[in-house]
């Protein structure tokens, strides 16, 4: 035998002996067969088979092959003698081969003593996995790769309610079919029990058609690295679900319990909060007519004030300037009389002569002539001065007034104007565009008082010097009086607000923010309105527009 074969033979895990079947002599033994017997290479060969195959029924069988009689043998139990005398279980097979014409015997063993306690083990696995699969309490469906059923425990049957005869006649179709059946989710059931060697694991609700329903998990079932079936476990969650059922639904009231409850405390608290609001509301309204009416009755009070200093001043200036009238008459009858006094000098002696030309030289007589003229003609003018001054202050005290009449309101801006001439003569420069517009039905003094706050607030937006420009204008049934700065102008967000009472742009000290809130008010009270105009750094415009004629509706609603 070539050194290859044997070594081939000697790599080989099965003992293999080739015997001669006349002399029953071993004629080749790999080194299997001789470590596994405990005899040396060279001893096993040459020896009798009968010395390792002893059994009684062995020895007559290689006493019947020594006579010719040549029986092959295929995977036969049987038990070899080792050198020490100990015996080894084997599974054997005998074939006839022939050599060069000449037949011989291969033996062919392997031992079965590990698989013997490999099928011990595995049969107790196997019972204490029927053990285990008994005692859950899931119901089991083991499904081979082939898709047959290859176990199920006793309480996958009593869960499932399987008739005894598909039980006991194995019909494992029948029994798929049935479980199928029984679920509304068939579709999805049949699909899982058929991916068997799907490597996923699976978790279903299957609602069973008479009202249970089983939680269904799957995964599948290996040996080694190899899926070779699918285990499938079912359990009964009917109470759960219902418990949980009814847990949602005691929740879901419980929710809508506590909706509509908040839905009641919402609009208890929106009722609340809406009447917070009036409430509030109506603290501001009468906090605002509060103010407007101290600044009413402050302005009725400085009225007063100034309409009894009016009064306390026209008195002296009255007689001031009856005196003064007077004085002018006397100063004019003197001078007459010192002109007549002068035609008689030539008729005086030389000494008084030169007297009374020194005198004259002394006292600048034709100086005093025309001086004394020109100061008594400044002081009337002066006088009336102050008396036109003294009525305006007295006109435009008369806030108060309750009776409308017939008025020219460019009078009324003149008028005005002088009261607050020192207000505007350093920061404007004032120019009138009057259009000569007709006499209206109004509160005259009232109007004052609107276009008094139209010119000072044209002052304020003045920063450094400006212009202030008065116009008036008409049409068939209004007249309109219009001031026209070029101060700082208003922003625009600020537009909308000018007329609420105590807004204020003006610094913290400056204003009370209830002048335009006044002027609005009366210029409603006359039915009218009020335009504003405005650009930032430009200037701006604001224009009174009234009616000709007072709509006495509105005179009645606005008492």
């Not at 200093?309 to 009255?318: Q, R, S």
């Not at 020194?358 to 009337?380: G, Y």
Request: net charge negative.
């Amino acid at each position: 035998m070539s050194h290859l074969a044997q070594l081939m033979l000697d790599h080989c895990p099965e003992i293999l002996l080739l015997v001669n079947p006349t002399s029953l002599q071993i004629e080749v033994a790999n080194a299997t067969a001789a470590s596994t017997l405990g005899y040396a290479p060279s001893q096993i060969k040459g020896l009798l088979i009968t010395e390792v195959e002893s059994a009684l029924q062995d020895v007559f069988y290689w006493e019947d092959v020594r006579g010719g009689q040549t029986l092959e043998v295929q995977d036969q139990d049987d038990e070899y003698r080792c050198c020490n005398g100990d015996l080894l279980s084997v599974r054997k097979s005998i074939q006839l081969l022939a050599y060069d014409g000449v037949p011989l015997l291969l033996v062919r063993a392997v031992l079965t003593q590990s698989e013997n306690v490999a099928q011990d083990a595995l049969e107790h696995t196997l019972s204490e996995l029927r053990a285990t699969l008994e005692s859950t309490s899931n119901g089991i469906l083991v499904i081979d790769w082939k898709g047959k059923i290859d176990s199920m425990n006793r309480l996958f049957g009593k869960l499932w309610t399987i008739p005894d005869d598909l039980l006991n006649w194995q019909d494992d179709a029948g029994i798929l079919d049935f479980i199928v059946a029984n679920v509304q989710e068939s579709e999805l059931l049949r699909a899982r029990l058929s991916a068997i060697v799907d490597n996923g694991e699976t978790q279903d609700l299957l609602h069973l058609r008479d009202g249970r329903v089983f939680e269904a998990s799957s995964r599948p079932q290996y040996l080694n690295e190899q899926i070779i079936g699918r285990v499938f476990g079912f359990q009964d969650i009917t109470q759960r679900t219902r418990a949980e059922e009814a847990l949602r639904e005691s929740s879901r009231l419980l929710e809508q319990r506590v909706l509509d409850r908040t839905a009641d405390l919402n609009a208890v608290n929106g009722k609340l909060q809406q009447e917070k609001d009036s409430q509030a509301q109506l603290i501001k309204r009468l906090e605002e007519t509060q103010n407007q009416l101290m600044q009413s009755e402050r302005m009725a009070s400085i009225g007063q004030l100034a309409a009894g200093v009016a009064h306390e001043i026209n008195n002296p200036v009255g007689f001031v300037n009856s005196n003064l009238g007077s004085l002018q008459g006397y100063v004019t009858d003197m001078l007459r009389l010192l002109s007549v006094y002068e035609q008689a000098e030539s008729s005086l002696t030389v000494a008084t002569l030169q007297e009374i030309k020194q005198l004259k030289a002394d006292i600048d007589v034709e100086f005093l002539r025309e001086d004394i003229v020109s100061l008594l003609a400044e002081s009337l003018d002066g006088v009336k001065r102050v008396t036109r001054i003294v009525q305006d202050l007295k006109n435009f005290s008369h806030v108060d007034e309750s009776e409308r009449q017939w008025a020219d309101l460019e009078v009324g801006m003149e008028s005005t104007l002088r009261v607050v001439w020192n207000e505007l003569k350093y920061k404007a420069e004032v120019v009138k565009e009057f259009a000569g517009v007709a006499q209206i039905e109004c509160f005259p003094f009232q109007l004052n008082q609107v276009f008094m706050n139209l010119l000072v607030n044209a002052s304020h937006a003045i920063e450094v010097h400006g212009t202030i420009t008065l116009r008036t204008g008409q049409d068939e049934s209004q007249v309109w009086v219009e001031v026209q700065d070029t101060g700082k102008g208003i922003k625009p967000e600020n537009l909308s607000r000018i007329f609420e009472p105590f807004f204020t742009t003006k610094p913290v000290g400056k204003g009370t923010g209830l002048g335009l809130s006044l002027a609005y008010g009366i210029v409603k009270k006359h039915n009218g309105r009020i335009e504003v105009k405005s650009e930032v750094g430009q200037g701006s415009t604001f224009r009174v527009i009234l009616p000709k004629i007072f709509p006495h509706p509105a005179i009645e609603s606005g008492r």
